[in-house]
């Protein structure tokens, strides 16, 4: 494999399986699907990290996905350190929330009401027990190949039959929750009108990525969205959008402004902190009427509404709300995939990147846009040597053929371009003779 010096990370390693499963915090970075060693990382700024070995890298990972203005930026750096010197957390309301709040509420009109709280799995599992508090109704409905964080109840794969009970997908999660969720697959508004005819009424909630990124980057038709959102009225189901990628990436307003759908809960992450750990759900003032103290829905959090987090938060979203922020970025993400759809596309390459606004995305399987994760190929030996080749030349992708990849306003146009003619002569190597 690679010529990269990791001396260093290979140490750290050793010690680190000593200490963690896996010798990690979160098992996507032991490096499993690629192989090799993790790299640990000692250092990141603008579009660039730095590993322990002293390797440099172009970050295509960017903390997988709330590092939309890249590493260190100054302003959300320098918000940071100022709240900081003010103590740390309270456990106690602070202004910094209610400009968060207000920040929020001002631009996503299914904002009415929110809740702060510190990850985007504790966003999705507070969404859930909200939505089955609000409906009185126990069962989810969820879709193959999106990803909600490591909720006991969407730790579900689908069993067998056409419109399936699920079975769990964990150890550790019993199969009476297991059941109480749906599994269908993605983009099929036939089984969509099957599920929500025979389960309708007993459905708390539906809950989906409305633009799924977690398993490859699985683009869903409007129709299908359209179709979801009316069952969901009809049926007294509340829909759960999770935007913890999408939001504030595709757009401010995330799915909700690109695609125009509403949802009746919404959940974010990743953006959302600048960096440290925030998450959010909220939906109208009579959905979170329900959450306590004004409601029997209990949900809290020690660090919840966190002063320096929210401060990175504001920082962050400030810098997103700039004139053409969004329509940069996707102009320049654009620039970046099409100069290597064009040359896989010449050389007969079955390779393309799949891409919305600044989230792209390697698909080896030679079609154009998957919608569906079974139409994934499973074979990700390609992904594999092409990341390692890129890792050798200075480009860090997230370690998983499965991940999507993406690009910051850190990114420059000379880095992108560059980055491009390396992906080239990558899949040049790897179809070579091929
Ligand atoms: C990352 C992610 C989560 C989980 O967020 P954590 O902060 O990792 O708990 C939930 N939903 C989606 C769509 C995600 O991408």
Request: proline content about 5%.
């Amino acid at each position: 494999m690679g010529q990269l010096n990791r001396t260093q990370s290979a140490r750290h390693y050793q010690k680190a399986l000593s200490l963690f499963p896996g010798g990690v915090n979160s098992p996507v970075r032991a490096f499993k699907g690629v192989g090799g060693t993790p790299l640990f990382f000692a250092r990141g700024k603008g579009s660039r990290v730095w590993d322990e070995d002293g390797n440099e890298f172009l970050d295509f990972c960017n903390s997988w996905g709330p590092l939309i203005h890249g590493h260190a930026h100054p302003y959300v750096e320098e918000k940071i350190i100022k709240t900081l010197k003010n103590g740390s957390s309270f456990g106690a309301p602070t202004r910094l929330e209610n400009e968060l709040g207000q920040m929020l509420k001002e631009r996503l009109p299914h904002v009415e009401k929110m809740r702060f709280v510190s990850s985007g799995t504790e966003a999705v599992m507070s969404a859930l027990r909200l939505a089955r508090g609000y409906t009185q109704k126990a069962k989810i409905l969820k879709f193959e190949g999106c990803y909600h964080g490591h909720v006991d109840s969407l730790l579900v794969k689908a069993g067998s039959g056409l419109v399936t009970l699920g079975t769990s997908s964990s150890a550790g999660v019993p199969d009476s929750i297991a059941q109480e969720t749906l599994v269908l697959p993605l983009n099929d508004i036939e089984l969509l009108e099957q599920t929500f005819k025979a389960y309708g009424n007993e459905l708390a909630a539906a809950i989906i990525e409305p633009v799924p990124a977690n398993n490859g980057l699985l683009l869903q038709d409007l129709s299908f969205l359209q179709c979801l959102r009316s069952l969901c009225w009809k049926h007294k189901v509340l829909l759960i959008f999770d935007e913890v990628i999408s939001g504030f990436r595709v757009a401010f307003g995330g799915a909700v402004e690109l695609y125009g759908i509403q949802p009746d809960i919404v959940t974010y992450g990743k953006i959302i902190g600048g960096g440290l750990p925030v998450g959010a759900y909220g939906g109208s003032c009579e959905i979170m009427a329900c959450v306590s103290p004004d409601g029997p829905v209990y949900q809290a959090g020690t660090l919840s509404g966190n002063p320096v987090a929210m401060a990175a938060g504001i920082a962050q979203l400030e810098l997103c709300m700039a004139p053409d922020f969004y329509r940069e970025m996707e102009a320049k993400t654009r620039g970046f995939v099409e100069r290597i759809n064009a040359y896989s596309k010449v050389k007969g390459y079955p390779f393309e990147l799949v891409s919305l606004a600044s989230i792209f995305w390697l698909s080896f399987n030679g079609k154009k846009t998957i919608h569906r994760a079974d139409e994934i190929d499973p074979n990700m030996s390609s992904f594999n040597r092409l990341h390692d080749y890129l890792l050798n030349h200075g480009i860090y992708l997230g370690p998983s053929g499965y991940e999507v990849g993406f690009v910051s306003s850190a990114h420059s146009v000379e880095e992108l371009t560059h980055a491009a003619q390396l992906f080239c002569h990558g899949l040049d190597l790897l179809y070579a003779g091929a």
